[in-house]
């Protein structure tokens, strides 16, 4: 519009080639170097022409639109950083051109300087709604110019700092979920190679059967089950809970099964062979404490476990039980009933010169032994209650003709039902003896 500036010169202060050279220094501070192109918006070529010499000779790149239509096809563009607009103009005005600027969206935040002889307190609500960020009043003096567009490079320079950061925030992100990412697929294939340690979850034996049973609270986690054969009518049982969650635990359980193993019994450091090649198992305090001194001498690992380790004479039903602070072992005769038994014990891994005692337990046929984490015993209800010893012969009890992984399954179960959520807060596992006695079956 032809009232952007009077007619003389004065309206927008010395013309352009009044200006002292020495006055007008070009753009060099950080807030004022954000601004480096303007787009100007009027229709009227002589305001445009004017306005543009004022503005290059201050140091700016200057693209000049005739139109709100040809404003927004030059930002559409890209490459402006602020807009000293008439709102006053024929088919698009500068608020609706304000408006359908901003609704484009962008990668970098533009000033919108709107010019106009409006003072009406609503019509500069309705151009902040619209998304101007500063106005100007017509005629423009060249002082204010300055000082109104030196506030906008503040304000971008602000902007295209956080942009920056975003940008750099968001390539760390990426990155991040790539690590995240390859970390799932490695935690996944870990959880693959840890429950491997637990090929076989049911076993049978002359006389017994043993059912293992193995659920990490995470992607891989700190607890082991095991049985092992000694020779025809011996077998070895254990529990472990290696202290803390998550993949330390996890390498260490896995370290574990190499020592307790079945499958390499000339690498398992609870058997011991004679010179014929026979196997036979060591004292349980002695394997504990060949256990200890690898944990805290050769490992030089802060992390240590609890176990409860069982050496089984399938013959007589005659058990050796070290519990090296484990929870204490249940039993179930066959009448139902349920026990626990143990007087706890050391870790294992705490302290150099730990002593272990080994104690007797009978089993006569159709009695079962219960080595289990304390993730059965810790589970707590969604009212924090802890299920607890009591809690855990109760569910014992409630299926006394559960055999096998029957029983493992069901106690699940029902564990998941005391908790509320499948989903539990430690690991939970355990290994079920049930006794027979040899030549109740054919093997």
Not at 84 to 99: E, H, N, Y
């Amino acid at each position: 519009m032809g009232d952007w500036m009077s007619a003389d010169s004065a309206a927008l202060g010395p013309l352009p080639d009044q200006i002292d050279q020495g006055q007008v220094a070009l753009i060099d501070q950080p807030e004022e170097a954000a601004i480096r192109t303007i787009l100007i918006v009027d229709d009227s070529r002589a305001q445009l022409r004017l306005t543009g010499q004022v503005l290059r000779r201050l140091g700016y790149s200057v693209v000049e639109a005739l139109s709100g239509v040809d404003a927004l096809s030059a930002l559409e563009g890209g490459g402006i950083d602020l807009v000293l607009s008439d709102w006053v103009m024929p088919g698009m005005s500068g608020l609706d051109l304000c408006r359908a600027f901003r609704e484009l969206g962008g990668d970098h935040y533009v000033y919108f300087i709107l010019l106009t002889s409006k003072s009406d307190r609503g019509d500069v609500a309705t151009g902040l709604a619209a998304g101007a960020d500063d106005f100007l009043s017509k005629p423009i003096d060249t002082e204010e110019l300055k000082a109104r567009i030196s506030a906008g490079g503040r304000l971008v320079a602000v902007q295209r700092t956080l942009e920056e950061k975003n940008r750099l925030l968001g390539g760390a992100l990426t990155e991040l979920q790539t690590l995240y990412d390859n970390l799932g697929r490695d935690l996944a294939e870990a959880r693959r190679l840890q429950q491997s340690l637990v090929p076989e979850r049911q076993r049978h034996y002359p006389g017994a059967d043993v059912s293992l049973l193995l659920r990490p609270c995470g992607q891989v986690g700190g607890d082991l089950v095991g049985a092992f054969r000694v020779n025809d009518t011996r077998i070895g049982i254990f529990s472990i809970d290696v202290s803390g969650h998550g993949i330390a635990s996890a390498l260490m359980t896995a370290r574990l099964a190499s020592y307790l193993t079945g499958s390499s019994p000339e690498q398992n450091v609870a058997l011991s062979v004679s010179d014929a090649g026979e196997y036979s198992m060591r004292s349980l305090p002695e394997v504990c404490s060949r256990l200890n001194h690898l944990l805290i001498d050769d490992m030089a690992t802060e992390l240590y476990f609890t176990m409860a380790i069982a050496d089984c004479d399938l013959r007589t039903g005659r058990l050796s039980i070290v519990q090296a602070g484990h929870p204490h072992p249940l039993v179930q005769r066959a009448d139902g009933t349920v026990q626990f038994v143990g007087d706890g014990g050391m870790p294992i891994g705490l302290l150099n010169r730990a002593e272990y005692t080994a104690f007797d337990l009978q089993l006569s046929p159709g009695d079962r032994l219960f080595l289990h984490s304390d993730g059965f015993t810790e589970a707590e209800s969604r009212d924090g209650k802890m299920l607890d010893q009591d809690g855990l012969a109760r569910l014992v009890e409630s299926i006394p003709e559960a055999k096998g992984q029957d029983f493992t399954e069901t106690m699940m179960w029902l564990l998941a039902d005391h908790a509320r959520n499948a989903d539990f807060d430690d690991d939970v596992s355990g290994v079920v003896l049930e006794y027979k006695g040899i030549g109740s079956e054919k093997v």
